[in-house]
């Protein structure tokens, strides 16, 4: 046996890797599985983008380049966060990374002490945990109930506080709720965290340009300018642009900060890819009707599932962005299975669904939110009916 150190030992694998993999055995061995578990945009990454990347590598732009992104690159990161976000970065504060995912990773990794905590509002992406403990912190869980919206208070936020307090981590739109905070919301945090300097804000916008019903994005540095000084903003094109393969994420935060992330991509990655470097360019330099488009499909098979799910008797909060519904399943539960598995929980339910209906989904207690399902409508119209279809045919047919 080879030995495995203790940090990796500790560390889980992505729920989300686990229930695709799942998925990806029983498609191999012939069944119909539709998967809700996708937390990647459907569509194809615009043409302008993939012609920009063609080009460079034609050109030959095919090498390291610095560490923290192309000169290029990073002016139209600055005017991205300038023009959409109102926010000023120098070329100092802004690293280009293979990911959102890794600016994160590096932010935590750059700046966490053993013992140092983590605030991480629930429910939350399955990453923020897991990246905390391997950079050896604490990770403090602070319930966002369902009642508000699965947003966390600003009297919870100021009661999870200690002296070992290191980051806030803020993700608006949400996944996996959906939720989106409001510039008053946020406000109400900002006064709280303006109280205590040793909080640190990473914003992760990743969900920025997936928002609906007219409400807008908003920075926590926009509404309280004095936060400026300890948040990073974490964005990417991953989503916006449909280019998660690529592998391309950037943030803008203290140059300090920043500082020690370029240090320590320089000493693991590098740089990111070259050439999707030259794709994020041409993403934020070029036609943005994408982002209007998208939008757009993503509400519309929104709003086509949700009554689908409460006829399925799930109940769900109508989330506000992202690609995500949680959609409650604690009434399914203490059940069993027509092929007699027993469905105590919701991990329990989500193997079953798949299993014996053919749809994976997320359980809600990988993000912190047991007792949900978490489903993606990433996937086209016919598709989302059939999979809510299945899935309600498996929930009549659970007994008592
Ligand atoms: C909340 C959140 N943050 C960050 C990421 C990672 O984004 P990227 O592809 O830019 O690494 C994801 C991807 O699923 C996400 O859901």
Redesign the pocket.
Known sequence: MNKISSRMLATKPSANSAVSGRARVLKAEGRDIISLAI?EPDFDTPAHIIEAANKAMAEGKTRYTNVDGTAELKAAIQRKFKVENGLDFASDQIVVST????V?FNVLLATVDPGDEVIIPAPY?VSYPEMTRIADGTPVIVNGAAENGFKVTAQALEAAITDKSRWLIL?SPC?PSGAVYTADELSGLADVLLKYPQVGILS?D?YEHIIFGGQKFTSIIAVEPKLAERTVAVN?V?KAYCM?GW?L?YGGGPADIMREVRKLQSQSTSCASSISQAGALAALEGPQDCLVTNREAFCRRRDLLMPLLAEAGLSCRKPDGAFYVLAGCSDFLGTKSPAGVAVETDVDLAKVILEEAGVATVPGTAFGAPGFLRLSYAVDDEMLKQAVARIAGLCRSLTR
Do not use: M, P
């Open positions: 937390g990911g959102a995912k890794q994160i992406w993700n996944n992760d990743i990417g991953s998660t592998r994420g």
